[in-house]
């Protein structure tokens, strides 16, 4: 099973947000997911990035892999380096 942490679009339409999430990567983007980590609203200013920097760090010592968007928004967030 591959696990990636990737983003679930939430909001209304011309409006998104999204939630991090960690999910096997054979469902839907907006499908079923293992766990919630986070949130990432690009429509505030400045944007709105919430992530549980722990159990980002537990999920990928387990294995899970972040998509490259991802990636940047921990590194935002200072969940990796």
Do not use: C, H
Request: aromatic share 8%; glycine share 6%; charged share 30%.
């Amino acid at each position: 099973m591959a696990v990636k942490i990737r983003l679930r679009r939430i909001g209304a339409k011309k409006a998104p947000a999204y939630r991090v999430v960690v999910a096997d990567s054979r469902f839907p983007r907006d499908g079923r997911f293992i766990e919630e980590i986070g949130f990432y609203d690009p429509t505030k200013e400045p944007p709105v990035i919430r992530i549980d920097a722990e159990k980002a760090q537990q999920w990928i010592k387990n294995g899970a892999q972040p998509t490259d968007t991802v990636r940047s928004l921990l590194k935002k967030a200072g969940a990796i380096q």
